[in-house]
T-cell receptor, first 110, second 114 residues
Framework: QKEVEQDPGPLSVPEGAIVSLNCTYS??????FMWYRQYSRKGPELLMY????GNKEDGRFTAQVDKSSKYISLFIRDSQPSDSATYLC??????????FGKGTRLHILP | EPEVTQTPSHQVTQMGQEVILRCVPISNHLYFYWYRQILGQKVEFLVS????????KSEIFDDQFSVERPDGSNFTLKIRSTKLEDSAMYFC????????????FGEGSWLTVV
């Protein structure tokens, strides 16, 4: 089983829709969970950072972590064409390297 | 907003040549990293660096790779004898504390080995 699994997509949704992106993982020792956004040929940009289980909201973005199910989600409300990018989930134990998912390509259709 | 800067943005090199990729991490950060992303694949960890020494490295980071912090601001990745399979985007990143905290990535250096 891969350490971090993420559906590569592409995922196409109409503008204004709610987007749901997900990752599963196998290592129960992961404590820190992140979502990065990556535009083509650019560096990953940190969007959300969550420690342990729970929800975190920042503007149109909500991150959820369910450690019991080893499942994390990112929700984007009122999606915009500028949200079109690849979204990478990432996770780590304390003071350890970050493990990335493969990324989900998201297209917001005007 | 402080950012990680990388140079060059794109380099083409012949197989067997040495390449040095340069990075200026965010100034108050103490942990430095190199990751790479082969086209169409996931971002992969190469090496982490703290207190002037490597703290962890992956299987990818073999004897052909080395890192250095030659002065108070730069952090470099050297590939001694490049291979075709080294063609990838190389990202430098930095963080204030260990990887449990947030790390910030540069824009990347695109390396093409021909």
């Amino acid at each position: 089983q891969k350490e971090v699994e993420q559906d590569p997509g592409p995922l196409s949704v109409p503008e204004g829709a709610i987007v749901s992106l997900n990752c599963t993982y196998s290592n129960s020792a992961f404590q820190y969970f992140m979502w990065y956004r990556q535009y083509s040929r650019k560096g990953p940009e940190l969007l959300m950072y969550t420690y342990s289980s729970g929800n975190k909201e920042d503007g149109r973005f909500t991150a959820q972590v369910d450690k019991s199910s080893k499942y994390i989600s990112l929700f984007i409300r009122d999606s915009q064409p500028s949200d079109s990018a690849t979204y990478l989930c990432a996770m780590t134990r304390r003071d350890d390297k970050i493990i990335f998912g493969k990324g989900t390509r998201l297209h917001i259709l005007p | 907003e402080p950012e990680v800067t990388q140079t060059p943005s794109h380099q083409v090199t012949q197989m067997g040549q040495e390449v040095i990729l340069r990075c200026v991490p965010i100034s108050n950060h103490l942990y430095f990293y190199w990751y790479r992303q082969i086209l169409g694949q996931k971002v992969e960890f190469l090496v982490s660096f703290y207190n002037n020494e490597i703290s962890e490295k992956s299987e990818i980071f073999d004897d052909q790779f080395s890192v250095e912090r030659p002065d108070g601001s730069n952090f470099t990745l050297k590939i001694r004898s490049t291979k075709l399979e080294d063609s990838a985007m190389y990202f430098c990143a930095s963080s204030e504390v260990g990887s449990g905290n947030t790390i910030y990535f540069g824009e990347g250096s695109w390396l093409t080995v021909v």
